[in-house]
């Protein structure tokens, strides 16, 4: 059983003594949680509008996702990939139903988003095969903190730190049709792939304009490149539909696709959805690997927040 100091100055005192400074101190030492509240260690209530990052769609404690997680404990916690269970293999078919991936599509799990991303920027290399240098991301995007996530996230403060990333990634301006028909206007074969948040979450919740998702899936598909979509903040139902870019008008069906966050409902799952057998041959037997992604607790955790949502 954990100690339980009296109040959260001792928590943090603690904390500042056994964690890295990363995030520096923490602004409340939290204790429960019920929907949409959150208690923290002096006993004080606060109404959640975080949402652990644009994870909790469910609220705290939800009691059909807490129901979903035990019971699969009880029945089996982890196996290696080497193994497949029913969970597994259940969430992967809602996904790709959800995503509405046409036949021959495939899912990848990982444990987070950002593993997720690294999966799809392997993915890229792969397409690239060294003919294709140029990779596309968008000016205020966020995509993790990896080396390969991070050569896609367009903040200088998250990424000069850790140069060289070792991708070289062209940031067009937000939403700007003009940028994005210009980059692939000389000779837009060089280009290997471009990554999308269909709304950006970093940046300040900014959806892209009306057509631009069009613009950017007729490009690519003209000059061989791949259309990613980064739905890790936006998806699973955020706007209306189980991923922002279904929206009638704009609906568009993508290369590949990342999901993470609300996917677990607060129990750390991710996935790579890629969208038809060409880009699902891709990444090859061997040639990328997990120890918890598709683990069955937290496949029984996106099969709970699915039917709840």
Known sequence: ?????????????????????????????LVRGEGVWV??????RYLDLLGGIAVNVLGHAHPELTEAISNQLRTLGHVSNFFATPTQIT?????????????????????SGTEAVEAAVKLTRRHSDGRRPRVLALEGAFHGRSLGALALTHKPAYREPFEPLGTTVE???FGDTEALQSAFAADGFDVAALFVEPVQGEAGVRPLPPGYLALARRLTRAHGSLLV????????GRTGTWFAHQHPGDEVVPDA??????????????ALITYGSRVSRLLGRGQHGTTFGGNPVAAAAGLAVIDAI
């Open 1 to 29: 059983m954990t100690d339980q100091p009296a109040d959260g100055q001792q928590w943090t005192q603690r904390y500042t003594d056994a964690l890295m400074d990363t995030f520096g101190p923490p602004q409340r030492v």
């Open 229 to 236: 979509l980064d739905e890790i903040q936006c998806g699973m």
């Open 171 to 173: 940031f067009l301006p």
């Open 91 to 111: 969430l992967a078919e809602r996904l790709l139903e959800l995503a509405r991936a046409p036949r021959g599509s495939k899912v990848f799990f990982t444990s």
């Open 257 to 270: 696709m990342t999901v993470a966050k609300g996917l677990g409902g607060g129990f750390p799952v991710g």
């Open 39 to 44: 208690v923290d260690a002096d006993g004080h």
